[in-house]
């Protein structure tokens, strides 16, 4: 294990490279603000932020990441284009697996600019799979854009749209929901008797939810269940658009074959054929990236475009050695009104000594 000192040291160097690239140096603070800040997280985070509290700032957490807090700094007085660095620790809680720190180190770069989205996502990628160089990793990239189209173009209702949509960031209970959806699983036996009325809401009232809310869930099942099934079609057409995987180039073409049998996604699938030519004139071999359209499921809930990650060869067992992605709606949520494409990366300076300690 490196030890601390190591670790900053190797920190700065990062920082450094991102500074030499015209990167403003910014150190938000480790206490943030967790009521407002935290939804933006996604689940897994939230459950993992420490959180404290303050007589007179409220509920505090450790910052579990810096993208929230840069893209708030940003939003609130950032002169655009800007490009921001950082290093420093962030904190997650582990509840799985004790071998995984709880605090570590991470050197991030983060774009704000509008002029060229594609060239922006390239850039951010191409700067770290540099800083990586030599290192015994493999990229993969992914666009969680291409997604949302998707799901936002079923032919379906709003609250399914939604309840898919929110489920993006967890695979197994998305699928669930888009077999019931199609009508492919039954209903469960509970919510069939709670539908057919034999259940009745005047059991004493115990738990969190009012009366009003629980009637109000009640008929948002029965619309549910009188809503025609998505068609096998459609369905079918999500599950091979996830299952698309393989080189960018080869998933390119198979995105935009798909595309013509699902034209909500065209405008997506061009910005990832944009972003592959921007890869490509930073000298980013394409024909060689991994490229999975499922990848980043599993991430930031923040992200909206554009995800990656460089996994180390020898440890499929740890965290992604770095990872970004693009996250255009989270500046809308923190911008008042305003908004900006955005999208950066971050580093992990001590898993990165400890890959090299192993050789
Ligand atoms: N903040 C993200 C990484 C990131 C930086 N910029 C975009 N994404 C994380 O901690 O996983």
Same mark, same amino acid.
């Not at 002169?79 to 290093?87: D, G, I, L, M």
């Not at 962030?90 to 582990?94: G, P, T």
């Not at 939810?209 to 009637?215: F, H, L, M, N």
């Not at 009188?226 to 079609?233: D, K, L, N, R, V």
């Given at each position: 294990m490196p030890t601390r000192a190591e670790t900053n040291e190797r920190a700065a160097s990062l920082r450094a490279l991102f500074e030499a690239q015209g990167a403003a140096v910014v150190e938000p603070p480790i206490l943030q603000p967790a009521d407002t800040l935290l939804d933006l997280y996604g689940e897994d985070i939230r459950a993992r932020a420490y959180i404290t509290s303050d007589a007179l700032r409220g509920e505090q957490m450790l910052r579990p990441d810096f993208t929230v807090p840069v893209v708030q700094m940003h939003m609130a007085h950032g !002169?655009?284009? &800007? =490009?921001?660095?950082? &290093?420093g620790e962030?904190?997650? =809680?582990?509840e799985q697996d004790p071998e995984r720190a709880n605090e570590y180190v991470q050197v991030g770069y983060e774009v704000f600019d509008r002029t060229d989205p594609a060239a922006a996502d390239a850039e951010v990628f191409a700067l770290i799979a540099e800083a990586l160089k030599g290192q015994p990793v493999t990229p993969i990239t992914g666009d969680i854009g291409i997604l949302m189209a998707a799901v936002s173009g079923l032919e379906t209702t709003d609250d399914r749209k939604a309840a898919l949509m929110r489920h993006i960031w967890r695979p197994s209970r998305f699928d669930a929901l888009l077999n019931r959806f199609a009508g492919r699983t039954p209903v469960p036996e509970t919510r069939a008797a709670l539908l057919a009325g034999e259940v009745t809401t005047d059991a004493p009232h115990i738990g969190l =939810? @009012?009366? %009003?809310?629980?009637?109000r869930r009640i008929a948002a099942l029965r619309a549910d269940a009188? %809503?025609?099934?998505? @068609? !096998?079609?459609q369905v079918a057409r999500i599950e091979t658009l996830l299952a698309v995987k393989g080189t960018l180039t080869d998933a390119l073409v198979k995105l935009q074959t798909l595309a013509q049998d699902l034209p909500e996604i065209a405008e997506a699938v061009a910005r990832l054929a944009a972003r592959a030519a921007a890869l490509a004139a930073r000298d980013i071999p394409t024909d060689a990236l991994p490229f999975a359209a499922s990848y980043g499921r599993t991430s930031m809930e923040y992200y909206d475009g554009f995800v990656f990650g460089f996994q180390a060869d020898a440890h499929p067992d740890w965290p992604e050695i770095a990872t970004g992605g693009r996250y255009d709606a989270l500046t809308r949520r923190l911008g008042n009104g305003a908004e900006i494409p955005a999208v950066g990366g971050v580093m992990r300076p001590g898993l990165m000594l400890e890959l090299e300690a192993d050789r």
């Open positions: !002169a655009e284009p &800007a =490009r921001y660095t950082y &290093a962030v904190f997650r =809680r582990q =939810r @009012s009366g %009003a809310e629980i009637d009188e %809503a025609p099934p998505i @068609s !096998a079609e």
